[in-house]
T-cell receptor, first 113, second 108 residues
Framework: DAGVIQSPRHEVTEMGQEVTLRCKPI?????LFWYRQTMMRGLELLIY????????DSGMPEDRFSAKMPNASFSTLKIQPSEPRDSAVYFC???????????FGPGTRLLVL | QKEVEQNSGPLSVPEGAIASLNCTYS??????FFWYRQYSGKSPELIMF????GDKEDGRFTAQLNKASQYVSLLIRDSQPSDSATYLC????????FGPGTRLSVLP
């Protein structure tokens, strides 16, 4: 079975532009997580979904960030407008159930100039 | 604020030695605990999980959990240079909380 798929793998954009990150979870997994990782702050949970419903978005830094999960096989994380401080690696992870082992995608390396 | 704490390292051990990685957590309601390994530039990958007090062994890896002390550890026996990575501890209570990670360097 394919693992968690993320796209794009790398994104370079200019400040003020809209950025959309995509994630396809492992088939059959019911929970999906979005994380951000930086050297300074480590791995931070931004939001997670259970059965396509957002459960906890308290980690979303501000209104510029939004996430959707229109169906069980697809989720997006959007940043609009992007800022240089958003530069980080964004990981998507999925699990069969919320409390169980999470499997991470390869990540999207975002650089905002 | 629920927290998971780890020594950031780097922890350096010679090849063949036992590497001991430690983690403490603040949420007494945490039910399950996970160790992930992350190579530089890669995504975290699961090493082990543990739910019950005591030891759990898987090959060269042993996870230890002491809920009374709110302490989790990972022992790596016969350390290899390929074990050099950052090890992330995670605790699940109401949500997953990851520690900052400990960087392990195994010296040939």
């Amino acid at each position: 079975d394919a693992g968690v798929i993320q796209s794009p793998r790398h994104e370079v954009t200019e400040m003020g532009q809209e950025v959309t990150l995509r994630c396809k979870p492992i088939s059959g997994h019911n929970s999906l997580f979005w994380y951000r990782q930086t050297m300074m702050r480590g791995l931070e949970l931004l939001i997670y979904f259970n059965n396509n419903v957002p459960i906890d978005d308290s980690g979303m830094p501000e209104d510029r960030f939004s996430a959707k999960m229109p169906n069980a096989s697809f989720s997006t994380l959007k940043i609009q407008p992007s800022e240089p401080r958003d530069s980080a690696v964004y990981f998507c992870a999925s699990s069969f159930r919320h409390q169980e082992t999470q499997y991470f995608g390869p990540g999207t390396r975002l650089l905002v100039l | 604020q629920k927290e998971v704490e780890q020594n950031s390292g780097p922890l350096s051990v010679p090849e063949g030695a036992i590497a001991s990685l430690n983690c403490t957590y603040s949420d007494r309601g945490s039910q399950s605990f996970f160790w992930y390994r992350q190579y530089s530039g890669k995504s975290p990958e699961l090493i082990m999980f543990i739910y019950s007090n005591g030891d759990k062994e898987d090959g060269r890896f042993t996870a230890q959990l002491n809920k009374a002390s709110q302490y989790v550890s990972l022992l790596i026996r016969d350390s290899q240079p390929s074990d050099s990575a950052t090890y992330l501890c995670a605790a699940y209570g109401q949500n997953f909380v990851f520690g900052p990670g400990t960087r392990l360097s195994v010296l040939p």
